[in-house]
């Protein structure tokens, strides 16, 4: 990628120039002082929001997850699956309190509702998901790569209206079940319950994910299919179905995502989606866009970069720059990383 | 006002079977009916339509009537007289029906006159005729149903100025091939040049140059806004090369991911940009207000005799046409001609030697390579040409509005310009611009017009709509582009070269492939 600065165009790579190696570097030992100096300063702050920086990097990794799914098989970036998550937001809060009649103090009652409610929730937006790329993306296979990129756009637009109409433009309160109690607290740094239960969550469905592509026949049938269409076209795999499916897990993993994020943020509005969207974008391309333990290793780190800028007390530019933060990183992991922290996955790779 | 009947010949000829595209089978069709048919037919949809108008505006229905009845004298072999017949015809229209549907209908009377060849010039100079008049007999404008009145000038200005935006994504988008999600950034670079330049934002510095209508000895830097326009121009087609230069090797829809990375920080920089290190440089969400006024200043008011305001906030005492000019009018007429050197400019760029080039590099990158087109050049010029009327287009924007706010550069302002470009046809200016009016207009005054009449007209059963449509503005043009793309991707009005490109795809692999490269 970094070759084709010289615009003539030389098929081999030329060396990778070295003032960007060193502005990456530069930038890395900055930001390790930086943490230092945080770190001895206030131990407790930071090891405080280390965990909170890993319990929203666990929410990241399921959305990034689903990006990098959908990209590995149709290099489409799409956009409509973080307004997916915010859905699932949305149904958790319905689901859960209106089905199961979830509020604050039921003791241990919530584990099976929680467990139900996220059931349904992944499989309703595991249906929305395959149904987005059935409407929007498949009449579009064959168009120029800017096409379905424009309707991921346009899908995005009206699913937040579609939580916009269903929902009101304000933040809507989730019940405040995930107990607050503490697992640990170890020199003024507390670790809550709630905290440890979006972890114990995550991890299975993760482990399940990673199942499910490395060794049941779909998932074989998903990396052939990533790998190359007509081929597997050709070796009988029902390409049609195999990216539905993919579409399918990518919205499951966006409905659990919604679930853990109603659950422990409380609050879910309509516009939330794109927002964390971009930022799940933004880990799965950190990690290497295609590469699943790439994606939730982005997923960790920008979870960790928000909550630092956001928690620190020493120069940290606070939360009015997250965004910028994030998609700075973005920019530089684009233009001098393109194939991200683990390397995108190669056609050759699976 | 579209016609079955044409009035003129075909521009192919339709036995030759050169059928392609929907329009023209419909074209070869019509023309293979018999002579009195056709006639009878357009004749039906003539009157059945003057019937339909009645019921809107007495003087539109009497303008299509006799629209129909000029075509029909056209029609007729070159009789001595045939001229003085359709001069009476409009002659005797103007003074039954004296409003301004007349002066409308006028400019549609003239096209019918005007011989094939010179068409191609008729459109727009009564289109333009049409937008230069508007001021004057927009007040007196009948009643559209559902969408309510005819838009304000004050709509008109936001119109124009959206349009322009339009016309430059469309470099970027539809010439070019590159998907620009951040343009936004460029609307607000400019706004924000023109308010550090002319207001009080920096009030430690005391520079005045040309400004008007403001207290010589006042604090701050105050430039006129006619430079300011340039400087806003050139400024946002650097900062274009600035950010295009890393990132346009990347390919397309990671280019349109870190334009919009762009979109996104720009605003969050204004928005807390009241203390950089310190410095105030955006005054934060309150933002810059009041900016300095247009105006051409005293000296030049009195050489061209009062002709050239002064200062457009303080003009005007002049009554034209029995229309009191305001100062919003000639905030119009302004945008009207920039939006004149937009498009005049987007017209040259497009068959020129690097309108061909952006072509190339849309249709096949690695083809274009081959033959010689330096790409990271020709796109960054696309990027260029796009900020720069990008730049001006919100430089005049904020100095209309008197204010910049960060809250004016949303995500939402990049798709809804994007929206525009495709609904209108990527790649075709006039489809660009009449989708952009339109989009724009909605915006602003007729999704909240329409959501009237829906909640005050429609009932259902028992059930009546308290609809806010506005609210669900995204939304709307989410289904715009959703619809456009499924169906049409070419656009309302497209172009011939990307319609094609759109229905048959093309590759639009660049040369070097992330995947292969990073591997």
């Known amino acids: 990628m970094a070759a084709e600065a010289t615009a003539a165009g030389l098929p081999e790579r030329l060396p990778r120039p070295s003032p960007t190696t060193l502005f990456g570097l530069v930038l890395v030992v900055l930001l390790v002082v930086w943490l230092a100096v945080n770190l001895v300063k206030t131990p407790g702050d930071f090891f405080d929001v280390l965990l909170i920086g890993l319990t929203t990097g666990c929410v990241y990794a399921l959305v990034a997850l689903g990006y990098t799914l959908v990209y590995g098989i149709l290099e489409l970036i799409n956009f409509a699956h973080g307004d997916v998550f915010m859905l699932g937001g949305m149904f958790t809060i319905t689901f859960s309190t209106s089905f199961f009649g979830l509020h604050q103090g039921q003791g241990f009652a919530i584990v099976p509702i929680v467990f139900a409610t996220l059931v349904l929730v992944m499989l309703a937006c595991g249906l929305l998901n395959a149904a987005i790329e059935r409407v929007a993306y498949r009449p579009l296979r064959s168009a120029p790569r800017l096409a379905p990129l424009i309707t991921a756009i346009g899908v995005s ?22 107990p607050h109690t503490n697992v640990f607290s170890v020199g003024g740094v507390d670790y809550g319950w709630n905290k440890l239960i979006v972890i114990l969550i995550t991890v299975p469905v993760l482990l399940l994910l990673l199942w499910l592509v490395q060794r049941t026949r779909q998932g074989k049938a998903m990396r052939a299919t990533a790998q190359d269409m007509d081929a597997s076209a050709m070796m009988g795999i029902n390409v049609n179905r195999t990216i539905s499916f993919t579409f399918l897990i990518a919205g499951a993993l966006a409905g659990a995502a919604g679930v853990l994020y109603a659950l422990y943020v409380t609050t879910v509005r309509f516009d939330q989606g794109f927002q964390l969207g971009l930022i799940a974008f933004t880990a799965a391309v950190f990690g290497g866009i295609g590469n699943l333990p790439g994606a939730v290793l982005g997923a960790l780190l920008i979870g960790l970069i928000q909550a630092f800028n956001e928690g620190l007390n020493w120069h940290a530019p606070g939360s009015d720059w997250t965004e ?26 699976g | ?10 521009a192919s000829d339709p036995a030759h079977g050169d059928e392609i595209g929907l329009r023209n089978q419909i074209r070869a069709r019509w023309h293979a009916l018999p002579e009195l048919t056709r006639a009878g037919i357009s004749i039906g949809l003539f009157v059945g339509l003057s019937i339909l108008f009645f019921f809107v505006d007495h ?7 006799t629209i129909t009845a000029l075509f029909w004298i056209r029609r007729l072999p070159p009789v001595p007289y045939r001229l003085a017949a359709q001069v009476a015809l409009v002659v005797i229209y103007l003074i039954a029906e004296p409003r301004s549907v007349g002066y409308v209908l006028a400019v549609g009377f003239a096209m019918t006159w005007v011989p094939q060849r010179y068409r191609t010039y008729t459109y727009p100079a009564a289109g333009l005729a049409l937008a230069v008049l508007y001021p004057f007999y927009q007040d007196r404008l009948f009643t559209v149903p559902v969408f309510g009145v005819w838009p304000d000038v004050a709509t008109g200005v936001y119109m124009l100025v959206f349009v322009m935006m339009a016309v430059g994504l469309n470099i970027v988008v539809g010439y070019a091939g590159l998907l620009d999600l951040g343009y936004v950034a460029f609307y607000a670079t400019g706004a924000y ?11 430690h510095t005391t520079w005045h140059f040309g400004a008007v209508g403001i207290d010589p000895h006042l604090a701050g830097i105050h430039v006129t806004i006619w430079l300011l326009l340039l400087v806003a121009g050139v400024f946002t087609a650097l900062s ?14 990671y280019l349109a991911i870190v334009t919009l990375g762009f979109g996104e920080i720009l605003p969050q920089v204004a928005r807390n940009g009241d203390s950089l290190f310190g410095f105030n440089l955006t005054n934060g969400p309150n933002g810059i207000t009041p900016l300095d006024s247009l105006g051409f200043g005293h000296r030049l008011s009195s050489l061209t005799g009062g002709f050239l305001p002064a200062n457009y906030l303080s003009c005007c005492s002049a009554k034209v046409l029995g229309h009191q000019i305001q100062s919003t009018d000639l905030f119009f007429w302004t945008a009207l001609v920039l939006l004149m050197f937009t498009i005049f400019c987007s017209l040259r760029l497009q068959y020129s030697r690097l309108g061909r080039a952006w072509i190339a590099i849309r249709e096949d990158e690695t083809a274009a390579a081959a033959m010689g087109i330096p790409l990271m050049r020709t796109k960054t010029w696309a990027y260029a040409s796009g900020a720069f009327f990008g730049g001006i287009a919100g430089a005049y924007y904020a100095t209309f509005k008197s204010a910049t706010f960060p809250g004016d550069f949303f995500f939402n302002i990049s798709v809804f310009i994007l929206c525009m470009v495709i609904l209108g046809g990527m790649g075709n200016i006039w489809g660009v611009i009449v989708g952009a009016s339109f989009l724009a207009y909605l915006n602003q005054e007729g999704l909240a017009n329409t959501g009237a009449w829906i909640n005050s007209n429609i009932h259902v059963g028992g059930w009546h709509p308290n609809l806010d449509v506005p609210l669900y503005a995204s939304g709307i043009y989410g289904v715009i582009i959703l619809v456009v793309m499924l169906f049409r991707p070419e656009g309302l009005i497209p172009s011939r070269r990307r319609a094609a490109e759109l229905h048959e795809g093309v590759h639009d692999e660049p040369l070097y492939d992330t995947a292969s490269a990073g591997a």
């Open chain 1, 324 to 349: 910028s933060i994030v998609f700075s990183i973005l920019i530089l992991i684009l233009v001098f990383r393109p194939e991200g922290l683990l390397g995108e996955r190669t056609p050759e790779g």
């Open chain 2, 1 to 10: 006002m579209t016609t079955p009947a044409g009035g003129t010949p075909p």
């Open chain 2, 59 to 65: 003087a539109l229905a009497y303008g299509t009537l």
């Open chain 1, 157 to 178: 637009f009206i699913i937040e209206d579609v939580g916009l109409a269903w929902k009101g433009p304000n933040y809507v309160p989730a019940p405040d079940i995930f």
């Open chain 2, 193 to 203: 040049t023109a308010a550090w330049f002319a207001s009080l934002q920096f009030p």
């Open chain 2, 240 to 253: 274009g090369i600035i950010i295009g230069l890393p990132t346009l090797r990347l390919r397309g829809d």
